[in-house]
């Protein structure tokens, strides 16, 4: 088992890839902690990985810093000790625009292509953006990842490693969510000097840029916009949760331990650089 005994945290692991995190990690012996804002999304994940493993269901918003010192004190009193952090906590949507209304826009962009008629239909995204969407979602995915790395890092030794939810969104920027592009730009940022800072702590710092993945939050994709982003990703398939959980095992487990301040893109080639 490539995670004997080393104490885990995943946030966000009560569905999709961070559940998928959670099991892979705990099938490999870790003890797993599972955060999740719904208590009884993270107890499902607990039960999931079964008795006897040592599995642990927090609540706790990201977002809210109190909310995440409570968090690790709890682990520190249950463990003593955090040895893997997996910053995976996430939403897809702000609240300004509904996804569906997004991937209508884009069929209709899509439409206008091949008609070969040129591009009258435009996004608006940003300049109708309200203060409260762009702060929660900065709040759940930059803000959440400094929040828990800083409150992880006291309970870390060397040995340690932490795993950033980044995106390709961070790679090439998507024209519908200019916040979640661009806090997963910061995710990527944070990845790399935080890698330098604790380097000589013996603590790797690395980050995942998943392409599109079958999860809760790409459900509301319309069925068209799922066969035209296949049509774009030359392995001719979407990615699945699993697919990730594997980055992340390697990217924690003593296979890469040469790797510190880097990105993988699971994505099927849908982003290549």
Request: aromatic share 6%; with cysteine.
């Amino acid at each position: 088992m490539k995670l004997r005994d080393r104490v885990a945290l995943v946030t966000g692991g009560g569905s999709g890839i961070g559940r998928a995190i959670a099991l892979r990690f705990a099938a490999e012996g870790a003890r797993v902690v599972v955060n999740d804002v719904r208590l009884a999304s993270a107890q499902e994940a607990v039960d999931k990985i079964g008795p006897g493993a040592g599995g642990r269901a927090i609540e706790a918003d990201v977002a809210d810093s109190s909310a995440v010192r409570k968090m690790f004190g709890e682990i520190g009193s249950a463990f003593g000790r955090l040895d893997i952090l997996v910053n995976n906590a996430g939403i897809a949507n702000s609240g300004d625009r509904p996804v569906g209304e997004n991937a209508r826009i884009h069929e209709t962009r899509m439409a206008e292509l091949m008609a070969g008629d040129g591009i009258t239909t435009h996004w608006d995204v940003t300049e109708t953006m309200t203060d409260e969407s762009w702060h929660r979602m900065i709040g759940v995915h930059l803000n959440g990842t400094f929040f828990c790395t800083r409150s992880a890092l006291p309970l870390m030794r060397a040995g340690g490693a932490i795993v950033n939810l980044s995106s390709v969104a961070a790679l090439q920027g998507l024209e519908t969510v200019p916040h979640y592009s661009a806090a997963k730009a910061g995710i990527l940022g944070f990845t790399r000097s935080l890698a330098k800072e604790v380097a000589s702590r013996g603590i790797r710092v690395n980050a995942i840029c998943p392409g599109f993945i079958d999860t809760p939050m790409t459900a509301p994709m319309s069925p068209l916009m799922r066969r035209m982003t296949i049509g774009r990703t030359p392995l001719g398939r979407v990615g699945v949760p699993d697919d990730i959980a594997a980055t992340a095992l390697f990217l924690v487990s003593d296979d890469s331990t040469f790797f510190t301040g880097q990105w993988l893109s699971p994505n099927g080639g849908l982003v290549i650089q």
